[in-house]
Every structure is written in C-alpha cells, then in structure tokens.
C-alpha cells in the first residue's frame, strides 16, 4: 500500500473484503471498517466504504474518479443469505451436509426472479502483441582475460546492455542499486527502472505484476540474503508459473566486514527447493553477461547469485554458455582430483591448481555455471578421470548447497568419492581473506584437501 500510494497509482482498485471472521476465530477488527478506511487513508490511498453486498453501491464506488489508488472496503457476511450459516463460526473450508446442501440450493433458486441465462461479453483484446522472444545482446561481452572485476558490477553492466536489446527489459531495486549495480541500468533507461525500496517482498510481487501475460522481461536485484524474506512469494511465483529473473549480490563470507547479517550463505538452498528454478552462479564477468541473457529467454525463475570481491576474468569473450553445461576450466592428463568451485572459491580453486602444480600434483578444475540444473554428465566424466574423487569448495552453509547438488547427482554412482568444503557456522565480521581462511574454504584449505584425497587412496592402495 505504501508503495502504490507513493507512486500515485491512480489506476489501481484494492477491494478490502471485511466478512468479519477469519479461519479460527473472528478477525481482529471484525467490522471497524472505519479503522481500515483511516489505515488505507493514511498510505495515500482514497477509500470508500460500501456494503460489500449492494452492486448499486459497489458500481457507483468503482465509477469515482481519482488521482490516487482507491481501496474499496467492502462490508460483507460471511455466508450472506444461507441460512443457520451467515456470519457464523466454525464454517471456514466446510461442505454443507447433504441434506443442508439441498435445502440451501433450494433457497438461493427460489430467489432468482428471471430465469434468463446471463453471460458477459468477452473482453476485448486491445493490447499490442509484444514480443519477448529470443533477445539477445548487441555485442560480444567486452572484457580482457585477467581483467579484474566483481559480478556483481558486471550484472549492472549486462543488465544496461540488454536494455538496449529490448525496449520490454524492466529492473526493479530494493535500495541497494549502488551495491547491486543495477543503477547502471537506471542511468540508461530511467523510465524503465522501478525503484521499490527496502521491501523485498513486495519487490518480488510487483515482478510478478510485471512479468504478467509475458508482456516484459523482469529483473529484480537485491542483496541475496534479502531474498530470503521474500520466500513465500517467490514460491507463489513459482506456482503461478511466472517469469520472474532475481539478482542477488553480496553472497558468502567473502562480503567481509559487513558480518553475517548481509551474507548470504542460505540462498542456494532456497532457490534450489524452487520448482522448475534456474540458478546461475557466475564465476566472471563474462559469464555473469551471459547469465543474465540466459536467464532473459529461460521460462520459470530465475536466479543469479553474484560476488562482491572483483576477481579475474577467465573466459574469452567469444565463450558460449548454456543452462545446464559446466565448463572444466583448468586440467591435464594427469589430473588425480576434480574440485569443484563457483564465485570466489573457484579462483581460490584455480589458484591452489597453480600451487600444487609445483608440487608435482595435478588436479582438474571444474566451473558448474548453474546449479540448478547441474552438469551431472561433465561432473562423472572428470570424477571418473580423476580416480573417482571429488572436492567442492563454496561460500555458502553445508545444507542446501553445491556440496549438497553435487552429491545428489552422483549417489549410487560406483567408484566416487565426494568431500565437501563449505561454511560450518555462523561467521562473523573480518576481511574477505580472514574469513575464507576461518572457514576453510580458501587456496589453502583446496590444497589441504587435495593431499589428504590422494594420500588415502595410496594408503589404501
């Protein structure tokens, strides 16, 4: 309500059904609808009481013109006119017993003074056919391998560019466009940008608003931990089968000194549990531009999961991406380990490749892109390269996380061997470094991990 009073939505009716009871016992204000009339007045909206039950009244109330959202508080009764059942308790989701049923239908058909069957005319279909298919960037990603850039600036770059693409690409913000980056998207395409504050939930609601009848493509950014406060609707949007792409930055301990409250280390698990979900996790900024034109064209919803610390890019710029295929970004014939990384653990990843390289031990490098859906193919055929042994490596709790994909993907596979490095406990405030470091999930850790892999299958040799 605060937000369509802020924006003046002179085009919106809300119909408050005030029928008194809720589920279990009345609802708090029962039928104060001069409480709810000061309440909508107070967000900026105009609000009319009716009775809920008069078409003349309502008519008249949906007739008014306004310059500002209109809510409609409509006093009605539960079970109007049914006899033994109007405005009663303890009939919320009940059947009528049958022989209650029959009278009752009796009643209501008494009642009907023409017979004539009455139909509305179907609406007419005036709007313009859009089309939001297979949008694709003007140019190849712009970057120089080794250049160093967070993910989270190169959403903000992708996500401007797109627009450009398609004059149907919308971003929404809940306050964080400074930090999501998205503000590079406002600043090209203002009239295109809705700004919905710190409000997350009605954030991921006014996308589905959007998305609605495929007329637009969406992106929503925040920090991902916010998200999390969002669930319900995103799991609603998910049943509503909507098209909805989230952006959400500020991943993992490697944040730094922002503490546990920004870091988002439960996100993965959540959008995996969304059906028919694609998660992204971009590695560099190449396949971060990639992401979010993938995710342009994927039906059902969408995350990208981006980085705070600015990390090599890794890709040409001539790489092709797709949902679901993972890239090996670092092997050799020898390789005795396939370690699995994404965002910052897989730098950390490819850097402890370079480090034991000097050790004489080699080890295979592997990128997933999505985790939703998983390589599993790419996953067995480099384990199975690789003596069978798998380690991931995340920024993210145990549960729920790559650690917890890869495993389902590869139970009951014969010969294969998952160790898993990812976030224990609650973290705390410290630089990026420090906390990787803390939680083992860092250059060194890999390392570690590696030796003690290959150390136990030549003892038990």
Same mark, same amino acid.
């Given at each position: *309500?605060?937000?369509?009073?802020? $924006? +003046?939505?002179?085009?919106? =009716? %809300?119909?408050?059904?005030?029928?008194? /009871?809720?589920?279990?016992?009345?609802?708090?204000?029962?039928?104060?609808?001069?409480?709810?009339?000061?309440?909508?007045?107070?967000?900026?909206?105009?609000?009319?009481?009716?009775?809920?039950?008069?078409?003349?009244?309502?008519?008249?109330?949906?007739?008014?013109?306004?310059?500002?959202?209109?809510?409609?508080?409509?006093?009605?009764?539960?079970?109007?006119?049914?006899?033994?059942?109007?405005?009663?308790?303890?009939?919320?989701?009940?059947?009528?017993?049958?022989?209650?049923?029959?009278?009752?239908?009796?009643?209501?058909?008494?009642?009907?003074?023409?017979?004539?069957?009455?139909?509305?005319?179907?609406?007419?279909?005036?709007?313009?056919?859009?089309?939001?298919?297979?949008?694709? *960037?003007?140019?190849?990603?712009? $970057? +120089?391998?080794?250049?160093? =850039? %967070?993910?989270?600036?190169?959403?903000? /770059?992708?996500?401007?560019?797109?627009?450009?693409?398609?004059?149907?690409?919308?971003?929404?913000?809940?306050?964080?466009?400074?930090?999501?980056?998205?503000?590079?998207?406002?600043?090209?395409?203002?009239?295109?940008?809705?700004?919905?504050?710190?409000?997350?939930?009605?954030?991921?609601?006014?996308?589905?608003?959007?998305?609605?009848?495929?007329?637009?493509?969406?992106?929503?950014?925040?920090?991902?931990?916010?998200?999390?406060?969002?669930?319900?609707?995103?799991?609603?949007?998910?049943?509503?089968?909507?098209?909805?792409?989230?952006?959400?930055?500020?991943?993992?301990?490697?944040?730094?000194?922002?503490?546990?409250?920004?870091?988002?280390?439960?996100?993965?698990?959540?959008?995996?549990?969304?059906?028919?979900?694609?998660?992204?996790?971009?590695?560099?900024?190449?396949?971060?531009?990639?992401?979010?034109?993938?995710?342009?064209?994927?039906?059902?919803?969408?995350?990208?999961?981006?980085?705070?610390?600015?990390?090599?890019?890794?890709?040409?710029?001539?790489?092709?991406?797709?949902?679901?295929?993972?890239?090996?970004?670092?092997?050799?014939?020898?390789?005795?380990?396939?370690?699995?990384?994404?965002?910052?653990?897989?730098?950390?990843?490819?850097?402890?490749?370079?480090?034991?390289?000097?050790?004489?031990?080699?080890?295979?490098?592997?990128?997933?892109?999505?985790?939703?859906?998983?390589?599993?193919?790419?996953?067995?055929?480099?384990?199975?390269?690789?003596?069978?042994?798998?380690?991931?490596?995340?920024?993210?709790?145990?549960?729920?996380?790559?650690?917890?994909?890869?495993?389902?993907?590869?139970?009951?596979?014969?010969?294969?061997?998952?160790?898993?490095?990812?976030?224990?406990?609650?973290?705390?405030?410290?630089?990026?470094?420090?906390?990787?470091?803390?939680?083992?999930?860092?250059?060194?850790?890999?390392?570690?991990?590696?030796?003690?892999?290959?150390?136990?299958?030549?003892?038990?040799?």
């Amino acid at each position: *309500m605060a937000f369509a009073g802020f $924006y +003046k939505l002179d085009n919106l =009716i %809300a119909i408050l059904d005030i029928n008194r /009871l809720g589920q279990s016992d009345p609802a708090p204000l029962q039928h104060h609808v001069d409480i709810y009339q000061k309440r909508c007045e107070a967000f900026g909206w105009h609000a009319i009481i009716v009775d809920g039950h008069s078409v003349e009244e309502l008519c008249k109330a949906f007739g008014q013109a306004r310059h500002q959202p209109t809510a409609i508080i409509a006093k009605t009764y539960k079970g109007k006119g049914i006899t033994g059942i109007e405005d009663k308790e303890n009939w919320h989701g009940k059947p009528l017993p049958k022989n209650m049923a029959e009278q009752i239908i009796q009643e209501i058909d008494d009642r009907i003074q023409n017979k004539k069957k009455l139909a509305p005319a179907f609406p007419q279909e005036d709007a313009p056919f859009v089309n939001i298919r297979n949008i694709r *960037m003007p140019s190849p990603p712009n $970057y +120089k391998m080794g250049e160093k =850039i %967070a993910t989270r600036k190169a959403y903000g /770059l992708a996500l401007a560019k797109l627009g450009h693409a398609s004059d149907r690409v919308i971003a929404l913000d809940g306050d964080t466009k400074n930090s999501t980056f998205s503000e590079l998207f406002k600043k090209e395409h203002p009239s295109r940008f809705i700004e919905c504050y710190i409000a997350e939930q009605n954030m991921v609601s006014v996308a589905v608003g959007c998305a609605t009848r495929d007329r637009n493509i969406v992106f929503a950014s925040t920090f991902a931990t916010f998200f999390t406060r969002a669930f319900d609707q995103i799991r609603m949007a998910a049943i509503s089968e909507s098209n909805i792409n989230l952006c959400g930055s500020h991943c993992g301990v490697s944040i730094g000194e922002d503490g546990p409250s920004q870091m988002a280390l439960e996100d993965l698990a959540m959008f995996r549990t969304i059906p028919n979900a694609t998660v992204f996790y971009p590695s560099d900024a190449v396949s971060t531009e990639k992401a979010v034109e993938l995710a342009a064209n994927t039906k059902g919803i969408c995350f990208i999961r981006t980085s705070r610390p600015e990390n090599s890019v890794i890709y040409n710029s001539n790489e092709d991406f797709h949902v679901g295929q993972a890239k090996v970004v670092f092997k050799s014939k020898d390789d005795q380990v396939t370690v699995i990384g994404a965002g910052v653990t897989l730098h950390e990843a490819l850097a402890a490749a370079e480090q034991l390289k000097k050790e004489r031990i080699s080890i295979r490098v592997l990128d997933p892109f999505t985790i939703k859906p998983l390589d599993k193919k790419t996953i067995l055929e480099n384990a199975r390269a690789t003596k069978g042994r798998i380690i991931t490596v995340e920024d993210h709790y145990y549960e729920g996380g790559i650690g917890e994909a890869v495993c389902a993907a590869v139970v009951g596979e014969p010969g294969i061997t998952v160790s898993r490095l990812a976030v224990s406990h609650i973290p705390r405030s410290g630089k990026p470094a420090e906390l990787l470091r803390m939680f083992a999930i860092d250059k060194e850790a890999i390392i570690q991990a590696v030796k003690i892999a290959v150390s136990k299958s030549r003892n038990a040799e």
